[in-house]
């Protein structure tokens, strides 16, 4: 396993984090749920694995996913003053903003927001307790909108929090249809931000490629979710999939799948010529972003989860490589468009 800086912040972060928001929903499984003591399983086999990236958010089943990481990693976390920068075991990073207290959630409909100081210190509270920990590493606005962003005293209150140790840094983790790019490019320039959590795969690479060069600039690094493109770069979906109805990815359309489908066939002779299928060169084409800090892939079981981790190697792509992919993606890979969208509006 491979470690990068995320950010300014100097946090050392496995290349290939742990998300845990499958383990505390069935929303990517249509409808089977992984046990607890299989997750506790997966958590702690990540760790084996030189996984300490572990990206949560107190909503992933109303804190279930907090309470779970707790568990597999009780005992084994240092305390804030004894956590160096350059000796991070074991990274909690979890994320806030919707009201699951006051509300229920029922599907995968949105919950009211608030993004506001007061309830920042309620939830955070709430997220140690869980977390049974006195400090998070990385405390993220999740899915914020444009006026939270532009909400001066909340980052203000953010920045206190860093002071008084009860987390290390804070960033913002954007939501297609919620606050995007928009969202993005002022927090980056205007927010002491760490990290800047986005959907990024090499068949959806906006506004991904937009943030890179402002996150370089501000010290700002990008945690990479759905970089397999709800399962088309894994293989596991194709244009015969049919989703469960609670299953997250029931909004991919067939024709967007089968677009992407033909995509793949094009780009399958590069990842040949580096000794890669193609689920290794997508995740290689993300890591090959310097920009990139952590990539979080979709994982459900323990084959994945050791496949993934594999692919955090240092033998990345070649510039000459992306420069074709990019090249590809900018034409849309010569393939007729078509009406669908790219990214779901029902983004975790």
Same mark, same amino acid.
């Given at each position: 396993?491979k470690?990068?800086?995320?950010?300014k912040?100097?946090?050392?972060?496995?290349?290939?984090?742990f998300?845990?928001w499958?383990?505390?929903?069935?929303?990517?499984?249509s409808?089977r749920?992984?046990?607890?003591d299989? +997750?506790?399983r997966?958590?702690?086999?990540?760790?084996?694995?030189?996984?300490?990236?572990?990206?949560m958010?107190d909503?992933?089943?109303n804190?279930?996913?907090?309470?779970?990481?707790?568990?597999a990693?009780?005992?084994?976390?240092?305390?804030?003053s004894g956590?160096? &920068?350059?000796?991070?075991?074991i990274?909690?990073s979890t994320?806030?903003?919707?009201d699951?207290y006051a509300?229920?959630q029922? /599907?995968? %409909?949105?919950?009211? &927001?608030?993004?506001?100081h007061?309830f920042?210190?309620?939830?955070?509270?709430?997220?140690?307790?869980?977390?049974d920990?006195d400090y998070?590493?990385?405390? %993220?606005l999740?899915?914020?909108?444009?006026?939270?962003?532009?909400?001066?005293q909340?980052f203000? !209150?953010?920045?206190?929090?860093i002071?008084n140790?009860k987390?290390?840094?804070?960033?913002?983790?954007? /939501?297609? +249809?919620?606050g995007w790019?928009d969202e993005?490019?002022?927090?980056?320039?205007n927010?002491?931000i760490?990290?800047l959590?986005?959907?990024y795969?090499?068949l959806? &690479?906006?506004p991904?490629?937009?943030f890179?060069?402002?996150a370089?600039?501000?010290?700002? /690094?990008?945690?990479?979710?759905?970089?397999?493109a709800?399962?088309?770069?894994?293989?596991?979906?194709n244009e015969r999939t049919?989703?469960?109805?609670n299953?997250?990815? !029931? !909004?991919r359309?067939r024709?967007?799948?089968v677009?992407?489908?033909?995509k @793949?066939?094009?780009?399958?002779?590069? /990842?040949?010529?580096?000794g890669?299928n193609?689920?290794q060169?997508?995740?290689?084409?993300?890591?090959?972003q310097k920009?990139v800090? @952590? @990539?979080?892939?979709?994982?459900?079981d323990?084959?994945e989860l050791?496949m993934?981790?594999?692919?955090s190697?240092?033998?990345?792509?070649?510039?000459?490589d992306? +420069?074709?992919?990019?090249?590809l993606?900018?034409?849309?890979f010569?393939?007729?468009?078509s009406?669908s969208? %790219?990214l779901?509006?029902?983004?975790?």
């Open positions: 396993m470690y990068r800086k995320l950010g912040s100097g946090i050392k972060v496995s290349e290939i984090g998300g845990t499958t383990i505390a929903l069935d929303w990517w499984t409808g749920k992984i046990d607890d299989q +997750a506790i997966m958590l702690k086999r990540s760790y084996d694995l030189g996984i300490n990236f572990y990206e958010a909503m992933y089943g804190g279930k996913s907090e309470k779970l990481v707790a568990r990693f009780r005992g084994m976390r240092k305390g804030r956590s160096g &920068q350059d000796g991070d075991e990274i909690y994320k806030w903003g919707y699951m509300n229920v029922v /599907g995968h %409909s949105e919950l009211p &927001q608030k993004h506001d007061e920042l210190e309620y939830a955070l509270e709430q997220s140690l307790i869980r977390l920990t998070v590493d990385v405390y %993220s999740h899915n914020p909108k444009m006026n939270a962003i532009k909400n001066d909340l203000r !209150s953010l920045d206190v929090c002071e140790g987390i290390r840094s804070h960033g913002v983790a954007l /939501g297609p +249809a919620i790019k993005g490019m002022f927090a980056m320039e927010r002491n760490t990290c959590q986005t959907v795969n090499i959806e &690479q906006d991904g490629d937009a890179f060069d402002i370089k600039k501000n010290g700002v /690094g990008i945690m990479v979710r759905v970089p397999d709800s399962g088309v770069l894994t293989g596991k979906v049919v989703f469960g109805k299953d997250h990815r !029931s !909004s359309k024709e967007w799948i677009e992407a489908m033909q @793949v066939e094009k780009m399958k002779p590069i /990842g040949l010529v580096n890669w193609i689920t060169l997508a995740i290689k084409f993300i890591l090959s920009e800090s @952590v @990539v979080l892939p979709t994982v459900i323990m084959h050791e993934f981790a594999e692919m190697d240092g033998k990345y792509l070649h510039d000459k992306i +420069a074709e992919i990019k090249t993606y900018d034409n849309n010569n393939i007729t468009p009406a969208p %790219s779901s509006k029902r983004s975790h």
